[in-house]
């Protein structure tokens, strides 16, 4: 086994994304609509491997780079193996993550013990304080009675680990697909899913790298470019 490479920080803003490497770029792909921007790949071990993209995050408040570092497995098997020796090339990293989204098929129960078993290496190794984490259901199925079981467990471990569970699309839906993914289409006990609570939980986060805007002045260009519209 050949000593892997260490990630290169670029600032101090930086999430952890782990799961299968296609969803997992697939996730962040749709999130920001393309604009991410890979920083490097670092193959790490034969099944495993660390892509950095990087996005310019824009709010009414504040501006900065976030460094997303995808550390998937390749194969479609147990997430979890060769964890332990792939999260070595975050060893200069840990104290600068602010959260972790866990990615992973909803429909597949060994994906989502592959990600307990990662949840709680995390937790118990103390490496981060993580402002946020969640774990991302992906393509969730047509609830029926099997899935319905399946969300309720996902629901009773989000509440007992303090972590959120999101479920998540891979592409957009139209009102007639829509319908045909309930479980997208109508959240009667969630606010929002998806991609916009993706996006609210990453830019709500207390990044330490940022640069203030003066929101006053957007709200003022705002208001004359309503104003402007009326006309």
């Known amino acids: 086994m050949h000593s892997p490479k260490m990630a290169v920080l670029s600032n101090n803003n930086?999430?952890?994304?782990?799961?299968?490497?296609?969803?997992?770029?697939?996730?962040?792909?749709?999130t920001f609509k393309d604009q991410s921007k890979?920083?490097?790949?670092?193959?790490?071990?034969?099944?495993?491997?660390?892509?950095?993209?990087?996005?310019s995050?824009?709010?009414?408040?504040?501006?900065?780079?976030?460094?997303?570092f995808c550390?998937?497995?390749?194969?479609?098997?147990?997430?979890?193996?060769d964890f332990e020796d792939s999260l070595s090339v975050l060893d200069g990293a840990w104290g600068s993550l602010q959260g972790v989204i866990f990615v992973f098929?909803?429909?597949?129960?060994?994906?989502?013990?592959?990600?307990r078993k990662q949840h709680d290496f995390i937790v118990q190794s103390n490496r981060i304080e993580m402002e946020f984490s969640a774990f991302v259901g992906l393509n969730f199925a047509?609830?029926?009675?099997?899935?319905?079981?399946?969300?309720?467990?996902?629901?009773d471990w989000e509440i007992k680990n303090n972590i959120e569970y999101i479920e998540y699309a891979l592409k957009e839906y139209s009102d007639a697909q829509a319908v045909r993914q309930p479980s997208l289409a109508s959240q009667s006990d969630m606010e929002t899913t998806d991609v916009p609570r993706v996006?609210?939980?990453?830019?709500?986060?207390?990044?330490?790298?940022?640069?203030?805007?003066?929101?006053?002045t957007h709200a003022v260009?705002?208001?004359?470019?309503?104003?402007?519209?009326?006309?």
């Open 199 to 216: 996006l609210e939980m990453i830019q709500c986060v207390a990044w330490p790298d940022i640069k203030l805007t003066n929101h006053k």
């Open 57 to 68: 995050l824009t709010t009414k408040y504040y501006t900065c780079q976030v460094d997303f």
């Open 221 to 231: 260009t705002e208001d004359r470019q309503s104003i402007k519209n009326k006309d």
């Open 14 to 30: 930086n999430v952890l994304i782990l799961g299968n490497s296609k969803n997992s770029i697939s996730f962040l792909q749709r």
């Open 105 to 115: 098929d909803p429909n597949d129960i060994k994906q989502f013990a592959s990600v």
């Open 38 to 55: 890979q920083r490097a790949n670092t193959v790490i071990e034969k099944n495993s491997t660390l892509n950095i993209f990087q996005h």
């Open 142 to 155: 047509i609830p029926n009675k099997k899935q319905l079981q399946l969300r309720k467990l996902y629901r």
């Open 71 to 81: 550390l998937s497995n390749t194969s479609n098997s147990d997430l979890f193996s």
